[in-house]
């Protein structure tokens, strides 16, 4: 079982950045695909970004490249998502998941281990 922990969340202005950070809760994930979805309000959850074990991989919804970053450090255990440039339009809970197996899938069901999830909220 993994536990995973989001943080970073918040209220920023449009153009704004935060960086999220994903950290599972007594177990290292550095054999994991990790990824990043979001859900916001009235609409599906979706798929934002993923990242290979090694880091050596990533994969981005068309809607985030270019301004969204995913990243790991399998040293502090801890999978991050650098989101720049935002617009009202990325308001969501966005939460980290986790799966065993190798492959960046976007089918967020192909992950076994969720967390909580952060809100965003892009507003001025």
């Known amino acids: 079982q993994v536990q995973l922990v989001e943080s970073g969340g918040g209220l920023v202005q449009p153009g704004g950045s935060l960086r999220l950070s994903c950290a599972p809760s007594g177990r290292t994930i550095s054999s994991y695909t990790m990824g990043w979805f979001r859900q916001a309000p009235g609409k599906e959850r979706e798929f934002v970004a993923a990242?290979?074990?090694?880091?050596?991989?990533?994969s981005y919804a068309d809607s985030v490249k270019g301004r969204f970053t995913i990243s790991r450090d399998n040293a502090k255990n801890t999978v991050y998502l650098q989101v720049n440039s935002l617009k009202p339009e990325d308001t969501a809970v966005y939460y980290c998941a986790a799966r065993g197996g190798a492959g960046l899938i976007i089918r967020g069901s192909a992950y076994a281990y969720w967390g909580q999830g952060t809100q965003v909220t892009v507003s001025s």
């Open positions: 990242i290979s074990w090694s880091g050596g991989t990533t």
